[in-house]
């Protein structure tokens, strides 16, 4: 009901219902990426602890086996020479993750790019903070798989976001929550 004349017969009910919604979708976009780099980091440490000796240690046969390892490059160790581009790489990723989260309006795009925060900064930690030095530090790799390069949690993460931004994009799921051809 209309209390003063000439006023909106819509309430802010709506605008706080939407603002409830973003705050929603950016704590889980913060949730995700808090989650994803606490076990990456985490999972970093005790592999360094646990499987310094040099020999893999099998989970499940040669199925998944853990062996440490220290990666100055990308993904199956390619551009080893070119790790200071690589963390400026990242660190570009993350602006831009920090920049869309305001833009949220989509919970599967809150999670894609809550994974791929969360592995950025996992592995970004790496590169700034590990040996050999600054920026051009090493990422620790343990998960190791037939036939495929040994990869982290970070690595996990990023690859999940990836799968994700592809099908939410070929859904027609927008970044905002709209769809194409639908509001």
Sequence with gaps: MQTTPGTSLSSDSTAEYDTARHLSRF????AVATIVYVLDQGSKWWAEQALSGGAPREV??????LRLTYNPGAA?????G???????IALVVIGV???LASRLGSTSWAVALGL???GALGNVTDRI????SPFRGHVVDFIELPSWPVFNIADSAISVAAVLFVV????????????????
Excluded: E, M
């Design 168 to 183: 939410l994009s070929l859904r027609g799921v927008h970044l905002d929550g709209t769809r194409d051809g639908r509001p």
């Design 129 to 132: 903070f590990r040996a050999p």
């Design 76 to 80: 199956f160790s390619v551009g080893t």
């Design 27 to 30: 704590s889980v976009w913060v």
């Design 97 to 99: 993750c920090l920049t």
């Design 60 to 65: 499940l046969g040669d199925l998944l086996q």
């Design 116 to 118: 791929l925060l969360g």
């Design 82 to 88: 070119y790790t200071i581009a690589l963390t400026v």
